[in-house]
């Protein structure tokens, strides 16, 4: 059922069992799941059915320390969220992410990879995946033609991804959501308060404001925010009338610790012959992609006390042209979704031919960081809400990681008598030099990190927001850590998680 809050009466009252907040990848994951629960599902959707600029607008906000992408068209502000920007990459977190790594500050998650795998498996499903197996040697049985390189398997290891369409949330599940009589979807139902009760113990009620200024208010048993990292982060630390310092928010923690991944190319690989790359391509199997990148092994990390990493083959040698794509990123997010939605004219699906020198592309976890962080700015968007900057924040260890792994990979491959490897400059320049190509993967993470310990995390093990009876949020903001994979996958699972936890709830 679809309603346009623009056209309801100023002041109408929204009433329902369970409200979620932001039809994106995590919210519309969570309402596809209660389609047949009887209950009803408040949708609350800020954006319409497309991308709009005066949308977009409400997500301008600065870049206060290092380049980022313009953060009015980094996410989308639509139903289906920045899934209608999205490239489809998919893999699922190592189980050493989740642990506490004594040599990664604030590391550590409180629920275990074997605790989330059944989530994972329903996550592949809605993002149309293929089957869950990310054992690389499930892709070798299929074509005499995958081979993995011959490195020790003690040390690198062929990582498996998937490839999503990629999954268009707000088209796909457009119809199931819109025909579900329990679903009740507002659009234009931008939430720009949650209010708490007096003494601060649970959520009395949301304020949501239409782009042309009416206001309703939203009763629900239980409240699920997701609405992207940024945005969630925003939203608790605007809802600042009763909660001074914000809700969640009594340990300072809202906000903090954002992450990203950083993407770079770091480093150019010379074969000594050409070796079959067909596991490093994308592998055919049917209709579902796959493809491995290099990682290293969890005891590997261990030993050099580095944080996780990969690396893709990409065609052809160092240029010395390498671009960033921040600034290639436009600010217009409609072109930027034109350009991305446009059909493909490749399948992607056959092997280049094999080379001998290929640029190394690295995806690299980012250390959880306190003085990395979303603020609210003192400037106000179209409909009051304080606007959201970034203060994106390196340490040390987050390059060291990228070059340990590269002098890894340098000393195997010769000893594999496979090749060298070249590390570029600015690996070998100390810890803080960062090169003008260094991009991101529009991956953000960790804002209402998961903790048990309130002084640790804003949200519990079961995404309830610490001190407040019926808040919880989705999304990768719950990150403690994000690992070295693009993060949808794992917050779709989570979601999901969490999508089984409110049944309890709301029975
Ligand atoms: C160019 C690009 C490529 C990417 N490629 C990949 C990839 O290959 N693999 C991968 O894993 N990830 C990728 N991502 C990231 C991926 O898109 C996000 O991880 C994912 O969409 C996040 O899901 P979400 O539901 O948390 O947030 P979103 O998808 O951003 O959804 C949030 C929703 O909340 C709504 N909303 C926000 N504020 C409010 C409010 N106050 N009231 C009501 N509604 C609100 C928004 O309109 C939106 O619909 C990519 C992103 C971009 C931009």
Redesign the pocket.
């Known amino acids: 059922m679809h309603i346009d809050a623009r056209t309801l009466d100023p002041g109408t009252l929204i009433e329902g069992d369970l409200c979620i907040?932001?039809?994106?990848?995590?919210?519309i994951s969570m309402a596809m799941d209660w389609t047949a629960s009887g209950r009803k599902v408040i949708l609350?959707?800020?954006?319409g059915f497309n991308v709009e600029a005066q949308m977009q607008a409400l997500y301008h906000g600065e870049s206060l320390d290092r380049p980022y992408y313009p953060l009015r068209s980094?996410?989308?502000?639509?139903?289906?969220?920045?899934?209608g920007?999205?490239?489809?990459?998919?893999s699922p977190l190592d189980p050493i992410d989740f642990e506490k790594r004594d040599w990664v500050p604030h590391s550590g998650w409180p629920i275990t990879r074997p605790q989330l795998d059944p989530f994972y498996a329903r996550a592949n499903q809605y993002l149309e995946l293929g089957p869950y197996e990310y054992d690389p040697a499930y892709w070798e049985k299929h074509d005499a033609d995958v081979r993995r390189l011959p490195l020790d398997s003690r040390t690198f290891y062929p990582k498996m991804w998937q490839f999503s369409p990629?999954t268009r949330m707000g088209t796909v599940y457009r119809d199931p959501i819109l025909k579900a009589p329990n679903i009740h979807l507002y659009t234009y139902?931008?939430?720009?308060e949650i209010v708490p009760t007096e003494a601060v113990t649970a959520i009395d009620s949301l304020r949501?404001m239409t782009i042309d200024g009416k206001v309703h208010r939203v009763r629900a048993r239980q409240y699920v925010l997701?609405?992207?990292?940024i945005?969630n982060a925003r939203?608790l630390l605007a809802s600042n009338r009763r909660a001074t310092r914000g809700l969640g928010n009594d340990h300072d923690l809202v906000g903090r610790y954002f992450m990203e991944h950083f993407e770079v190319i770091a480093a150019q690989v010379a074969f000594e012959k050409p070796h079959p790359f067909k596991l490093y391509t994308f592998p055919a199997a049917g209709r579902v992609r796959a493809r491995a990148e290099l990682a290293l092994m969890g005891d590997v990390q261990r030993q050099h006390r580095i944080l996780n990493g990969t690396a893709a083959f990409y065609g052809g040698p160092l240029t010395g042209k390498e671009q960033s794509r921040f600034a290639s990123f436009s600010a217009d997010a409609e072109a930027?979704v034109k350009q991305?939605q446009a059909p493909r004219t490749s399948t992607g699906s056959s092997p280049p031919p094999p080379q001998v020198v290929y640029r190394m592309f690295t995806r690299q976890e980012q250390a959880p960081n306190p003085e990395s962080r979303i603020v609210l700015s003192a400037e106000k968007d179209e409909l009051g809400m304080p606007r959201a900057d970034l203060r994106w924040r390196f340490t040390p260890l987050d390059k060291r990681s990228i070059r340990v792994f590269y002098e890894l990979l340098g000393r195997e491959m010769g000893r594999a008598g496979l090749g060298r490897v070249q590390l570029m400059d600015w690996l070998v320049d100390g810890d803080d030099a960062w090169p003008d190509h260094l991009s991101g993967?529009?991956?953000?993470m960790g804002t209402t990190r998961m903790h048990e310990d309130p002084k640790q995390g804003v949200v519990d093990a079961d995404c309830k927001v610490h001190g407040i009876a019926n808040l919880f949020v989705?999304?990768?903001?719950v990150y403690p850590t994000g690992g070295a994979v693009?993060?949808?996958?794992t917050?779709v699972a989570v979601a999901l998680r969490l999508s089984d936890h409110l049944r309890t709830k709301v029975a």
């Open positions: 907040i932001g039809a994106g990848a995590a919210g609350l959707e800020g954006g980094a996410t989308l502000h639509y139903f289906g969220g920045t899934t920007h999205w490239s489809g990459f998919c990629p139902a931008r939430v720009v949501a997701a609405c992207g990292a945005h939203l930027n991305r993967g529009w991956h953000h989705a999304g990768a903001a693009n993060p949808t996958l917050l």
